[in-house]
């Protein structure tokens, strides 16, 4: 493979990555979502404690994973790198799951 | 030592990649690659805690409000921080400023030991309050069985993810020192897959926080 021009060397990495300012917006993000995760756990709200408490934390998870891990920023292949274990862990939850949960003795 | 060998483009590649682009983005799916499998190694111990947690619900849930909530959520607003500094020490790193990518790198360092120091005081009190399974575990309410196997999940969850942060932090004082020389001047790389393996390690933290401290109603 040939380069076609020479780059000047300060613009060596090709690769994006966020600009400082989406840092701290999205440590913002952060902050504010362990805030409602601490306040929703003081109110009882039955089953929605657990779902609220674990979809807070999968948003948090994936801003990271976008932003602070720069997969937002990445080839596709990365994209399926990253996505992988999460895609084999969903299966052994669903399939796990599906035993346990419609089994009359767990509830 | 592989080979080096330059292109026209960036600092000098191991002899099996075309440029510096492609290395680095090699660099990153092997990290990633790692990751996947810490995420089934950790993923199967949520498991294992959601389904005892179903069986057990109200249990857990009075077992849940043992723990000091406050001290762990101190702990996730200091991992939270050590993120946003490994992120701005990556960026320092990719716009050549050593010593800001240095001092970046050294907070994150405190940052890590503040957990580990936190999580060392809260777990000073567990033992205090007679909750550690095996060694000093006594429970005067009903069903101490199942009370002491969630505590047992939470010392394994716990003190698997500090051993994460130790290894870390390690791994980290160590690079600390290789960028006060100069090491990461020309390539950052390793700066930017540490910081995967950080963020990582935050994320595992993000999940346990509400798993085991805030699912009390």
Redesign the interface.
């Known amino acids: 493979m040939t380069q076609q021009t020479s780059q000047p060397t300060s613009e060596r990495t090709a690769h994006q990555a966020p600009a400082l300012r989406t840092y701290y917006l999205i440590f913002l993000a952060l902050m504010l979502l362990l805030a409602l995760t601490v306040a929703v756990s003081f109110v009882d709200l039955g089953a929605f404690n657990e779902l609220i408490a674990l979809a807070i934390a999968a948003v948090k998870a994936v801003l990271v994973i976008l932003f602070f891990m720069h997969v937002r920023y990445s080839s596709r292949l990365t994209w399926v790198f990253a996505a992988a274990g999460f895609v084999w862990l969903l299966i052994m939850v669903g399939w796990t799951f599906s035993d346990y949960l419609s089994r009359g003795w767990m509830r | 030592m592989t080979e080096l060998h330059s292109?026209?483009?960036?600092?000098p590649v191991a002899h099996h990649f075309?440029?510096?682009?492609q290395e680095?983005?090699a660099n990153?799916?092997g990290m990633?690659?790692f990751?996947?499998?810490?995420?089934?190694f950790f993923?199967?111990v949520f498991?294992a805690f959601?389904?005892y947690r179903?069986?057990y619900a109200d249990i857990f849930k009075e077992a849940s409000r043992h723990l000091y909530?406050s001290i762990g959520?101190i702990n996730?607003?200091v991992l939270?921080?050590s993120?946003?500094t490994?992120?701005?020490a990556?960026?320092a790193g990719?716009h050549k400023a050593r010593r800001l990518m240095v001092g970046l790198m050294v907070a994150t360092l405190v940052l890590g030991l503040a957990f580990l120091g936190f999580k060392a005081f809260e777990y000073y009190l567990d033992y205090q309050e007679h909750l550690v399974p095996a060694f000093n575990f006594a429970w005067e309410g009903a069903n101490p069985a199942q009370t002491q196997l969630f505590f047992v999940f939470y010392f394994i969850m716990t003190l698997v993810h500090a051993l994460h942060m130790i290894i870390g932090i390690s791994v980290l004082a160590r690079m600390i020192w290789q960028a006060r020389r100069g090491s990461y001047d020309q390539d950052s790389t390793a700066v930017?897959l540490f910081?995967?393996y950080w963020?990582?390690v935050?994320?595992v933290w993000?999940?346990l926080?509400?798993?085991l401290?805030?699912?009390?109603?």
């Open positions: 292109t026209s483009v960036g600092p075309e440029d510096f682009e680095h983005e990153m799916l990633w690659a990751l996947a499998t810490e995420v089934l993923g199967a498991v959601y389904i179903s069986a909530m959520a996730t607003v939270l921080t993120s946003l490994v992120a701005l990556v960026h990719e930017e910081g995967l963020h990582f935050d994320i993000i999940f926080f509400p798993t401290y805030l699912l009390r109603q």
